[in-house]
Each structure stands twice: as C-alpha cells, then as structure tokens.
C-alpha cells in the first residue's frame, strides 16, 4: 500500500519560513511527477506547485519567488520550502502524486497558520 506521509506544517508568523515534507512508503520513482496542494474550508483544493520525475517544476502565481518545491530521490521524499510566508498561506496543504499507472495519491495533510 503506497503511503504519502506529511510533516512540517505548524504556527509561523508572517514573514516567517517553513519546510514540508512528504515522506513515500516506497520508491518516489513510481511517480509520474508529484506536488504539493493546499486548502481552506470551504474553498477547492489548489495547486501550489509539481515537480516531474526529472526534476522540472511548475509553481502557482500566488507563491512564485516565495516557495521551493524538490525532492531528494535518496530519501523517497519530496520537500516544499516555504518562505516570506503570508497570512493568505494559511491552510491544509496536502502532498500529491500521480502515478505512472495513472493512478493518484495523496497524503493526509498538514495544517500550515501563519499569524499576522
């Protein structure tokens, strides 16, 4: 059973840094390209930022310049470093991946408040 585990998520405050990671009950190579999601109650699910199994990455306008998406194929861990963090960063923030299968997983999230 392939498992996505988070970990990192906590209180900052504005202008503060932290580091999410996703921890693969397995080999990260049998992903297709994995990613990091966020949500608020009551709001869909949005992309925060993939990155490919060769190392490509792709961010939402809203964090550009701000957070850092990689992954550490050794570790079967993908990481999200997020920093200048903004209250509007508040949310559940959830590891993805698709598999090469076509199937996708995720993670259980981690909850990510940054106070003003």
């Known amino acids: 059973q392939v498992q996505l585990v988070e970990s990192g998520g906590g209180l900052v405050q504005a202008g503060g840094s932290l580091r999410l990671s996703c921890a693969v009950s397995g080999s990260i190579s049998m992903f297709n390209f994995m990613g990091w999601y966020r949500q608020v109650p009551g709001n869909q699910r949005e992309l925060v930022a993939t990155i490919t199994s060769g190392g490509s990455s792709n961010y939402a306008d809203s964090v550009k310049g701000r957070f850092t998406i990689s992954r550490d194929n050794a570790k079967n861990t993908v990481y999200l470093q997020m920093n200048s963090l903004e209250p509007e960063d508040t949310a559940v923030y959830y590891c993805?991946?698709?598999?090469?299968?076509?199937?996708?997983?995720w993670g259980q999230g981690t909850q990510v408040t940054v106070s003003s």
């Open positions: 993805y991946g698709n598999h090469w299968g076509g199937l996708n997983y």
